[in-house]
């Protein structure tokens, strides 16, 4: 049978990003490609010091460079990040697992040139990254969260003390570090013995009677653990203190930052004859959220770091559920509905499980229901 005669089919792809360069980012140096016919040595190599980065950036200037990709790469991306953006480059972040999944053969060519090949073809895509002001709020949240769990710790340091001692307020107290637990390890550390003195430091409130707090209030004694749990209060009393100073810090750098949402209205408001619980800011942050982003969200959106692109999202009555990857974020942003706040008040959820593994884990969950 004879064959039928097809026509010839070009496999090679169109250059969508003609000026674009690859980088691959180490701890100490970084590889960066651009097209060969823009310099005689299109591949070299930069050490990561500041200096270095910035002769890499007025070389790729030379060479005609407007974009550039580089893998997400622990923290190392971040400095040649900003520097290359500086000098006026679109920089494109991508995902790694991305750049794996994409067909070739990457061990026969290096990892920049690789990138820049890709790069040029439109075969990236680029992951969210927040505006400065949102990086910057983001980070001092971040590390308001590790202040949070270091404080915790000492707890538990106070804890295994008492334990040690055979002191057992901290199981007929609800929390050691309320009003009457905290007076009651001051005293000790202090040098009050006594349990009945010590049962009359606490609050009206407690369920607990106060023949069982008596009881709990005597142990024994030992200095090795009275001398740890003076270190783990002071510890403790440390932590908090430099948490309000990371309040003041975050709230200074939220007034700063405009609105730019074009959302009217007022802010919603919660219960203002709470007491402001344990780990919560100093200062109302949910308002604050909603004048920055327009929705009524909480602060693992934030550390997450594109609570801007929630504000963003169409207004919809339904209800969305999505799991996303940080690297496919600003496309499902644009599918985030946000609920009507206006009938909502604001909750800040600032525990381990959302504030921690927000940023630690590689899927991230975000729930929004409306009424």
């Not at 953006?85 to 920049?112: F, I, T, W, Y």
């Not at 700063?256 to 344990?278: E, F, L, V, W, Y």
């Not at 799991?323 to 942003?333: F, G, L, R, V």
């Amino acid at each position: 049978m004879e064959k039928r005669a097809g026509k010839a089919r070009s496999l090679s792809l169109e250059n969508i990003e003609p000026n674009a360069a690859g980088i691959d980012v180490g701890a100490t140096e970084v590889y960066v490609a651009v097209p060969p016919d823009r310099d005689a040595e299109p591949v070299r190599h930069f050490k990561t010091f500041t200096g270095d980065l910035r002769e890499m950036a007025a070389w790729l200037l030379r060479c005609g460079i407007t974009t550039v990709a580089m893998e997400s790469t622990g923290v190392y991306w971040m400095a040649p990040y900003e520097i290359l953006e500086e000098a006026g480059m679109r920089v494109c972040l991508v995902n790694a697992q991305h750049v794996r999944h994409v067909p070739g053969r990457k061990s026969d060519v290096s990892d920049c040139q690789w990138l820049q090949y890709l790069h040029t073809v439109g075969l990236l895509k680029a992951s969210f990254r927040p505006d400065a002001s949102i990086c910057a709020l983001r980070a001092l949240s971040r590390h308001r969260a590790s202040l949070v769990e270091s404080a915790a710790a000492h707890i538990q340091h106070m804890q295994k003390a008492l334990t040690q001692m055979n002191l057992q307020i901290h199981h007929v107290l609800s929390d050691i570090t309320g009003l009457s637990g905290m007076a009651i390890v001051e005293a000790i550390v202090a040098g009050q013995r006594d349990p009945d003195q010590l049962a009359c430091l606490c609050h009206g409130g407690v369920r607990s009677d106060r023949q069982t707090i008596i009881r709990s209030l005597t142990g024994n004694y030992r200095p090795e653990h009275l001398f740890t749990l003076k270190q783990s209060l002071a510890a403790y009393k440390n932590y908090q203190q430099l948490l309000a100073e990371c309040d003041q810090e975050i709230q200074r750098l939220t007034s700063t930052i405009p609105d730019k949402t074009g959302r009217s209205g007022p802010a919603p408001q919660g219960d203002n004859r709470r007491k402001r619980r344990k780990n919560q800011f100093h200062f109302d942050m949910s308002s604050e959220l909603y004048r920055l982003f327009g929705v009524a969200c909480a602060v693992s959106a934030l550390n997450s770091g594109y609570g801007r692109q929630i504000a963003q999202a169409r207004p919809s009555a339904s209800r969305s559920r999505r799991t996303c990857h940080p690297a496919d974020i600003t496309e499902t942003a644009r599918h985030v509905q946000p609920p009507n706040c206006t009938s909502l008040a604001p909750r800040i959820f600032y525990s381990r499980a959302t504030a921690y593994n927000s940023f630690r884990t590689t899927l991230l969950t975000f729930s929004v229901t409306t009424p």
